[in-house]
């Protein structure tokens, strides 16, 4: 995929501090995530995609956004670009770029964002919200100082049942010693943490079946780890179907993996009006309630 990101001005033509707190939480929300579409961002911020693609067009008209076009026979739908911040909004704002670890970070940067967005999708964010806390991996150290760097960082709460979903995206290039590796590193872990899960993102069946025999020599007997292909949470959101890691032939849907009955409910759900409030005034989530 294509990773030529290019801005329309030189410099910045506008302040984001003159923009609407909308408009500034997606750009909080770029930061944190490193690039997203405009379908993605209807989802995440905008609600209606031409809405989305009129006020990303300005904002990198207004050299705040670089985008990147994607190719014609990208599935995600919308304009075919991926939006990251500028140089010039990364200085004003005081941010700074993670360097991209390789030729397909951007594929799997966008991957990552499209899980989240089909779980956001799967509720209503200010009615019925599902996605109660989103950590990108640039701020997932947060929740895991001291384990491993999941892709996304998930808390889920459907009203019945809450857990945490530790979101690997999967794109089939890793072998068997750096996945047992992981998931040695996920059982040491989340051991201790109750309602936590690992869920791998992986592009096709077999590849999820051959996951699930490479970790027969992770001992993953004590925590909840699962594989998912990515179509399927595309489709499906909280009712895609997992297969376990740990249990050969067992299986379950997302919804049906969070047994955890202790809440996890927050003021700002993911998507929601408060969510972007507090993103646009620069606030950060409250995440020890969450992260229990």
Not at 11 to 32: F, G, Y
Not at 154 to 159: A, K
Not at 188 to 205: D, I, K, M, Y
Not at 260 to 288: I, T
């Amino acid at each position: 995929m294509s990773s030529r990101f290019r801005t329309a001005a030189a410099h910045l033509e506008r302040d984001p501090a003159e923009l609407r707190r909308r408009d500034r939480a997606v750009l909080r929300i770029l930061n944190r995530s490193g690039a997203a579409t405009a379908a993605q961002l209807t989802v995440l911020a905008y609600r209606n995609r031409r809405l989305a693609q009129a006020c990303l067009r300005r904002l990198w008209s207004d050299g705040l956004l670089e985008r990147a076009l994607l190719p014609p026979s990208s599935l995600r739908g919308g304009a075919p670009y991926a939006y990251r911040l500028s140089r010039g909004c990364l200085r004003r704002l005081g941010y700074r770029r993670i360097p991209p670890r390789g030729p397909g970070y951007l594929t799997h940067t966008l991957d990552a964002v499209d899980a989240v967005c089909a779980l956001v999708a799967a509720g209503d964010p200010d009615r019925r919200p599902l996605v109660q806390l989103w950590l990108p991996e640039s701020i997932v150290a947060d929740a895991l100082p001291d384990g491993p760097r999941p892709d996304a960082l998930v808390v889920l709460d459907d009203g019945r049942r809450s857990g945490v979903l530790c979101l690997e995206i999967d794109e089939a290039t890793q072998h068997v010693a750096p996945i047992r590796a992981k998931l040695r590193a996920y059982r040491e872990a989340l051991a201790v943490r109750r309602g936590w899960h690992v869920v791998f993102a992986v592009p096709t069946a077999a590849r999820g079946a051959w996951l699930g025999r490479a970790a027969r020599g992770a001992d993953l007997s004590l925590i909840s780890a699962w594989a998912v292909t990515s179509a399927q949470l595309s489709a499906h959101g909280i009712e895609a179907p997992l297969t376990s890691l740990a249990d050969a032939g067992r299986s379950t849907t997302l919804g049906g993996a969070l047994t955890d009955v202790g809440p996890r409910r927050s003021a700002a759900p993911v998507g929601s009006g408060a969510w972007l409030d507090l993103l646009g005034s620069g606030a950060g989530e409250e995440l020890e309630a969450l992260l229990r």
